[in-house]
C-alpha cells in the first residue's frame, strides 16, 4: 500500500527547515520517523547537509535501518532516494557513541589505581551535517552519561533534532518531572545553563530536607519546552479507532507465600531482605506465579495463566502481551503454545529483532518486556495488547501502550490488564495508569499503611 504524508506530517517537516534546533514531540504513532527521514532525504539531495546521525535506544536501531529499507512505501520516495539515505545515514545506540577507556595510575606507595574515562567512539567524534535523537527522554538526568554525550555531540553540528512522544516523565510528588528537560534542551542549545544547579535555581521553586525536588515552576519550564519544541496529539492528526479496556480481576492464588514476604517471614525462604523494595518485588512476583530466590526460581500458581488462555483461545486477532519479569515472559509464552498460538519473545535477550516477524504475520502473539517494547515498535498487527503484569514507570506504561496505537492503525482497540486485587500490584496498576511513577517513597508508604 502506497502511504503519503499527512497535513502534520508535512508541517512537522516545515517547522525543521525554519527551525536547525527543535523537539518534536509528536505522541506516539504520530509517523515522527518518517517526518525524520523526509527532512534528511530533502536536505541530502539539497545539498544542505551531506550526512547524518540518528542516536535512539538499542533496541530501536533495527527499526531504523527497516524504515530506512521500506521507506519507497511512500509515493515521494524512489530506490535511489533509499540508497542515499543507507549511504549518508549512520544509526548508533548512545552505547555505541562513546567508548571507555581505561588508565592506570602508578602510585609512589607502590599501589595501583584504574581510572575510567568515556569520550567520544572514533566513528562518532566528526563534525556532521545532522543529529538527531530519538526517544530523547532516554538522555536521562542531569548527571547521566547520555547527558554528557548529548552535550558533546551538540558541539558537532548545526542541526540537532529531538523525537520523543514523552519527553517529560510522568507524575511525582513534584507534579510532572522535568528533570529531563535539562539533557535534551542543553542539547538543542548548549550556552541555555552552565549547570544542573543553574537549572534548578531557575526552575525548581521548593526542595525538600535531602534536597529532592518538591515543586518545580511549571509555567516557565511549559514555555521553555513550547518555544523549543512542536507536539501534537494522535487523535488531532487522524482519526483513531474506538478503544476498550478491560480490568480482569485473578485472584491470589499463593496467599501463604505473598503474606510471607510481606510481612518479611523469610525463615523458610532463600531470601535476604536487605530493602523495602525487594519485599515488595517478591510480593509482586507472587502474584504472577513465581518467586526468585537466591537458590533459584520457584515456580507457584497464579489465575493469570487461565485468564491469559481464555484471552488467546477466544480472538483470531494477534496478540501483544507486556510482562515486567522475565520469568513472566516465559510463563506467557508457555501459555501462548498451550493455547494453540504461534508465539514469539522481545525481550532483553532478544539478539535479533523477532518483533519485525510478528509484524509480518510469521507469528500470531508476541510477547514483550516493557524495557525492551515499550517504545518505538510498531505493531499496529495487533488490535489486542494484555498487560500481564504492570512496569513501575509510567512513561513506559503510556509508550507501552501506544505500540498499537498507530496512525495506521484501522480496527477497534482492546487493552485488557490483567490485575491481582487487594495486593500492591492492584496499588501499582492504580498509579502507574494515572501517570504516576513508583517511586521508593511510595513503596514504602504502602508498606507501613499495611503491615
Known sequence: MVKTLKDHQIFAIECMNYSPQLGIFYQPGCGKTAIALTWLLESLKKGLIKDALVICPASLVPNWAKDIDDFTDFDHVTAEDVKLLQEKVTIRSFQKTYATLKHTVHHRDGTEEVIRRRKLSPDVDKFWGAIIIDESQSIGRHDSQQTKTALTLSHLTHYRYLLSGTPISGSTKAGADYAKMYGQMLFLHPGLWNNWGEFCG??????????????????????????????????????????????????????????????????????????????????????????????????????????????????????????????SVDRCYEVAKKAGRNPVIFDGRSTTATWKDFQDGTYDTIILQWQAGGAGLNLQISHTLVVYEPTFTSEKWEQGRDRIKRINQKHKMRYIYLYTPDTNEEFVYANVSCGITITDELIFGWLDQHM
Open 202 to 327: 531557575k526552575y525548581v521553586e521548593k526542595r525538600g530536607y535531602f534536597k529532592q525536588i518538591e515543586k518545580y515552576r511549571e509555567e516557565p519550564l511549559k514555555k521553555l519546552l513550547d518555544d523549543n519544541s512542536i507536539s501534537m496529539r494522535l487523535e488531532d492528526c487522524c482519526d483513531l479507532p474506538e478503544i476498550t479496556e478491560t480490568w480482569i480481576p485473578c485472584p491470589l492464588v499463593e496467599k501463604k507465600i505473598y503474606y510471607d514476604m510481606m510481612y518479611a517471614r523469610t525463615e523458610k525462604y532463600p531470601l535476604d531482605f536487605k530493602a523495602g523494595g525487594v519485599q515488595f518485588t517478591k510480593m509482586l512476583q507472587t502474584c504472577s506465579g513465581h518467586l526468585k530466590t537466591d537458590d533459584g526460581l520457584w515456580t507457584l500458581k497464579t489465575s493469570k495463566d487461565q485468564a491469559l488462555t481464555d484471552i488467546l483461545t477466544g480472538t483470531d486477532d494477534s496478540v501483544v502481551v507486556f510482562c515486567t519479569y522475565t520469568a
